[in-house]
């Protein structure tokens, strides 16, 4: 926990340095501590926060109907998130400002991982699709290390959890982390948080069950010097042959055929 | 959940599970959806939070209720357009509205009222579909995350295009009232009614209907919304386009009944011009090309015929200059038709009817005079000679007056063409084949032309400048452009050539070489070979003639009583010299051999000496009849009883006629019998010499006995010592040296010879092409022939056919058993 934050510490430290004062890119990022052309305020819980509308709602179609619409927030010029929570709000609009994130803001109240959960759940609600898939590669890079702690085990339950998470790239993310240290997770007659989870969220222990039956058949295949096969579409995993580049392969779940763009190929090794 | 983190607690929190929606009870959420959805469409949406809706809606969405908050928000539209909309919207038809539809022509009473009813019906109806737009805006806006989530995953159009066709189905799909049409065929008719408004001229709310064909154009079919569903398209449109036909048609109809093709064309043209800004100003640009197809169907298409053909149409247009109009016609038609088949005929005919005026003219005016010299051959001799001149006049000028005709013809249809056909090339070729039809179905055109020629080099020229001159020219050979039988031409212009040259009529021999070279780039080289073979003569027969008169001064020494001599050498093949003979002595005439006395026979073996040193082996054939002689003759009483000498000039006859009386005294008298034996001139050219000797008042060098104007055997003649004249020069007229038209025995001597010479020239090509092909089909020959004699004379298929048949007996060519199609083969 620890050594974790101090990595990500010098990561910030790093990135101030490199920044000089004079670009458009730190121009942009000051006008949110230099408030005098604000022609909008955000306001959640105890916050305020004064942006600017061609930032925002450049970014978000969310902020810019509600700027447009002829509803309150038009004429009052005050956008209250009435359910949503500050400091995750802050991550969203500091991408809008600096495209950045800090996974640490959160700190010590939230773990990084809960923490990136939130801002994909919020990048969804207010549809800013770059916030998503930067907070969801942070997660990932940090599960890769972070798959023992506690954060780890309520981000899967949390991801579970939320409908809108169902399709991003974060579940098939932890059940990626929790197989790759299988021995440690199912390891006879010892307890940890993942094994906790999977006892309480049936989705995440179906998924690794199913993956944990991929890897085996993987390894299995690769015995035979096959391909495995992946379907984009529905994910099936199949072994074939190497198959010519060039030419469509069939997908048996899906009854098609698709160009090899249309699977994850990979081969296994012994 | 309203906040995660800033209680400054330790310990992380375990979430819930189902966090973001486990707690939402549809009902509720839906129950303030739905209560802000009232408020936003009766408008009263500024009180409303974004940010709340978009949560109620997004909680709902979260909780996989997307698909009941789909159905509810389009059950709620749907209630809302069936019951508040169309209300209101039914409230405004009146009875006149409805009944529109029935098909009846809407009558005139009443046109007012409807005209408001129907404006205000529109007026509403743009109302509540600009109302439902924004309406949907906004709830599109609430309902974003439905949209993106839902409708995307599930493949339901968006909830906007869903409210679309709501709008579709609840409004203009559904019967006004019970049993009644459906609003949007009560829409199309009142639209059309104002269109017919606007047609008749009334001022129509033109943005109002506009704003109904931005709804027609937004709305599809089905809510695939694929570009050719449009309603516009499918409803509107046809509807729209079959009542403008069947108004077009009536007003083409009455159009033409009522007024002049001038004014139908205007109206036409201001119809498809009004059409067109309709289209920009009130319907769909869209629709434009489709409505100018229409109009131009029906007002033009379908009426075009009859248009032209009125009695105030083409023809009467081109009678009275009426280029605009012409203009119009031809703006038209173009649009319907690229090769504006109606007008080109209408000119064609008109072309060809004035035309064959001028041709009839030109033959009346030559046929008219033929029964006064008829009558004056036998009449008396006083009235017969004008007369004949006469005759001679009016051929001329019916043949002048034949070509200006036709280059004014060709003229006002040039200027036709300009500027009412703005220089159209299918015009154009059409114009051009008509003249050339006119021209070639002119039997005398060729003769005509050349006479034309003739009668400016002879006079017509004379003081003119320059630049008029190369107008006349220039003038000649447009008409030459357009005959075909170029050989019949040729012929008649040596002729005439021929005559102008040896009898020195030409006013500038210039001007004639510019004709030659102007044919030459018009007919080409071997057109003129011929022409310019007679200047060489001319030229070469100059530098002979000087040349004798050296020789014969170095051989003989200066005398000055020898007779000065002026020769023309002519090469017998190039030069027309049948063109000086009288018909029928041909033959003769070869043989006959003239008696010259003594000192014209030194002067001819002279010449024929000096000749035959220059250029050995040819023969000289002497022309006698037509050459001419200068004498001088002395009469004792002729000046006032006094003797005075007078310079004579007569053709080579009446000098040889003349100088048998020299030597004769003065009382003794020769018969007609003993003239001709001493002279053995031929019979006929005796007695018109005689005639001009004894008979002509102004030239009665002898005394005729008995006195009569006809020579008949044994009249006498002797010496007239009484003849008196006041001039110095006299001249003896003998053979009229106009040209003229030829008679019809000429002529058919004429075309005689020409068929015989096109006769050699078919044979010629046939044999040239066979030589080169071997073998050829009979209709690959003939197409080829005639390709090869195009741009001399058009040859007629029997013709050719006839001199295969020839070739074929003498065995230059064969028929070929085993073709499969007539074939000839080429026996070398």
Partial sequence: MTAMASTGNTAAANSQQTKPNDNLYTATQDLLTFPRYSDLTITCGNRKWRVHKSVVCQRSPFFAKACEGGFKEGSSGVINLAEDDPIVVNELIRHMYAFKIDDQAALP????????????IIADKYDVPRVAKLAETRFSERANTDWATDDFATAIELIYGSTALLKSELPRCVVRVALAHDHVVFAEGKRNAIRAVADRVPEFATALASGMHHKIALTAQAVQGLKSYQCKHCHNVAFEKNMPANLNIYCRSCNTFYPESGFIVSTVLN | ??????????????????????DVDFETTWAVLEQAFNEIHTKNASALSFEALYRNAY????KKKGEELYNKVANFEANWLGNEVRTRIVRQLTHSLLTLTEGSSPSLAGSVERKVAGESFLRTLKQAWEDHQICMGMLTDVLMYMDRVYCTDHRQPSIYAKAMGLFRDQILRSPARQGSPDLINILTSVILDQIQMGRDGEDIDQYLIKSNVFMLEGLYESDQEAEDEKLYLQLFEPVFLAASAVFYRQEGERLLKESDAGTYCKEAKRRIVEETDRCRSTLSESTTPKIQAVVEDELIRNKMKGLIETESGVKYMVDNDKFYELGLVFELEARVDARKPELTKAMQQIIVDMGTQINDAAVAVSQAPPPAPLAAEDGEQDKSRPNATKQINQQTVAALKWVEDILALKARFDNIWKTAFASDQTVSTALTRSMSDVINTFSRGSEYISLFIDENMKKGIKDKTEAEIDDT???????LRYLQDKDIFETYYKKHLCKR?????????????????????????????????????MTLSEELTAGYRDYAVKTSGADPKRVDLTINVLTAMTWPLEAFRSGGEEEREGRTQINFPGSIERIKTGFEKFYSEKHNGRKLTWQTN????????????SRNGRP???????????MLILLLFNDLPADKSLTVEEIQAMTNIPDNDLKRNLQSLAVAPKTRFLVK??????????????????FSSKVIKIKVNVVSAGNRVEGDRERKETEKKNNDSRSFAIEAAVVRIMKQRKQLSHSQLLTETIDQLKAQFKPDVGMIKKRIESLIEREYLERMDDAPVPSYRYLA
């Fill in chain 1, 109 to 120: 109240w939230l773990g990084s991982l809960v923490f990136m959960v939130h801002v994909v």
């Fill in chain 2, 1 to 22: 959940m309203a906040s995660l983190a800033g209680r400054g607690r330790a310990k992380i929190r375990a979430p819930r599970r189902g966090l973001n929606g486990a």
């Fill in chain 2, 59 to 62: 909680k709902i969405v979260l």
């Fill in chain 2, 473 to 479: 020219l220039e003038q000649a050979i447009i008409t």
């Fill in chain 2, 501 to 537: 040259l040896l009898l020195k009529k030409s006013v500038s021999i210039e001007v004639e070489k510019q004709m030659i070279s102007r044919m030459k780039i018009e007919l080409g080289n071997s057109f003129t070979l011929k022409l310019e073979a007679m200047f060489k003569d």
């Fill in chain 2, 626 to 637: 037509m050459g001419d002689a200068d004498i001088k003759a002395t009469f004792p009483r």
């Fill in chain 2, 644 to 654: 005075m000498t007078h310079d004579i000039n007569c053709s080579t006859y009446a």
């Fill in chain 2, 705 to 722: 006995e008995p006195m009569s104007r006809e020579i008949k055997p044994g009249d006498k003649f002797r010496y007239n010592e009484d």
